[in-house]
């Protein structure tokens, strides 16, 4: 190999190690969150752990002469009612319509079929898991807001990791400055807790439905990004038309959303 060839293949191999580890870490994650929702699903049967989620439920509820009046100022109680619907089917569900719409304008159109199927994906899992389990709600008198279905795993918790950590490493891939990704997926992270917090705040849910359901949507979340890799790497390879196309550009000819 010539001295003038180091310089394009060892940006190669930077690029295919960067890649790889990638998909590594994605593979962990997956590991970690199946074992973290196995490890969960047994705990919440046993006295230790429902000893620990009655613990929460009870640190947040103080008040004996009303225990539906959650820990902290009044506003506080409103405020956490305004976050936890960012996990609400019907917000999550105008999210998503508004990113794809965008995404499809863009001609990214795998990224835009795999956020669907991701969004539909997550709420078969949230309530197969939530008929399996059955799981009841913590009392109706700690409730701080409306209840429908079972209780494990939260369904907040899990739709809002599938769909805000799914965005965030999409986003991240639009940034070629280190900072702004480390921002982007930054974000992602601090909704998806807020969400799972706010259901814990509420009385909505257990503590430990809420990890569970945080460790099913990152594991979810994680394994469209594999499927994503996988087939753009195989379609591009192939020229298949539904991998993501470049995306338009500005007159600078700067990309608008370059995956």
Do not use: C
Request: charge should be neutral; proline fraction near 4%.
């Amino acid at each position: 190999m010539q001295s003038s060839d180091l310089m394009p293949f060892a940006r190669r191999a930077m690029h295919l190690a960067r890649t790889e580890f990638a998909a590594l870490g994605a593979l962990l994650i997956i590991a970690f969150g199946v074992m973290t929702f196995v490890e969960v699903a047994d705990d919440m049967t046993e006295a230790d752990g429902q000893a620990f989620d009655q613990m929460v439920l009870s640190a947040l509820r103080p008040f004996a002469d009303d225990p539906g009046r959650p820990w902290g100022p009044w506003w506080l109680k409103e405020a956490a009612a305004d976050l936890t619907s960012l996990g609400g089917i019907s917000v999550l569900t105008l999210f998503a319509a508004i990113v794809i719409v965008f995404l499809i304008s863009q001609r990214k159109r795998l990224s835009a079929l795999l956020l669907v199927l991701g969004l539909i994906g997550g709420v078969a899992l949230s309530e197969g898991l939530k008929a399996f389990f059955e799981r009841a709600r913590p009392p109706a008198v700690y409730q701080a807001t409306e209840t429908l279905n079972a209780s494990f795993p939260s369904g907040h918790a899990l739709l809002s990791a599938v769909f805000y950590l799914s965005l965030g490493v999409m986003l991240t891939r639009a940034f070629p400055e280190k900072h702004f990704k480390a921002y982007v997926l930054g974000v992602a992270i601090l909704i998806t807790l807020l969400v799972g917090l706010t259901r814990i705040y509420l009385g909505a849910h257990w503590a430990s439905d809420v990890f569970a359901g945080w460790s099913v949507g990152a594991a979810w979340a994680m394994a469209l990004w594999l499927v994503s890799y996988a087939v753009e790497r195989r379609q591009k390879t192939h020229h298949a038309a539904l991998q993501d196309a470049p995306s338009p550009t500005t007159e600078g000819g700067a990309a608008v959303l370059s995956e």
